[in-house]
């Protein structure tokens, strides 16, 4: 089967998040990994998430501000993490995603709402 799309978050539910009426089941925080180690942590994070039942999860990325870095090497995971979520291996996990609140990393961090799995299909 196709990937379905990935969906906006409604407002009212990025609201309840924000105000902490909704539960976040789970934070990964990604600041200082390489790409392929935030690709698979955030991959196994994903499935885990959803493998528990979780609707919602919080992930960091970091704003990207090293004062080392040259400023095309900054916030590399702020710019990939997104694109990582609409490839279709990440599609069995993600219904939608959207930037996080202020009070929860704002432009750092990204709420991301998981599909429910599907059950498993009989032989």
Do not use: N
Request: proline share 6%; net charge positive; hydrophobic share 35%.
């Amino acid at each position: 089967a196709a990937p379905q799309p990935l969906e906006m978050m409604q407002r009212r539910q990025k609201q309840r998040l924000a105000r902490g009426l909704e539960p976040i089941h789970g934070r990964l925080d990604l600041h200082g990994k390489t790409q392929a180690q935030a690709h698979t942590e955030l991959l196994r994070f994903l499935r885990r998430g959803q493998t528990r039942g979780a609707r919602f999860v919080l992930v960091i990325t970091g704003k990207g501000a090293g004062a080392e870095q040259d400023c095309s090497e900054r916030g590399v995971l702020k710019r990939q993490v997104p694109l990582w979520l609409g490839q279709p291996e990440f599609s069995t996990y993600v219904a939608g995603f959207e930037e996080a609140h202020a009070r929860h990393g704002g432009a750092g961090a990204l709420y991301v709402r998981l599909r429910r799995p599907r059950p498993a299909e009989r032989i």
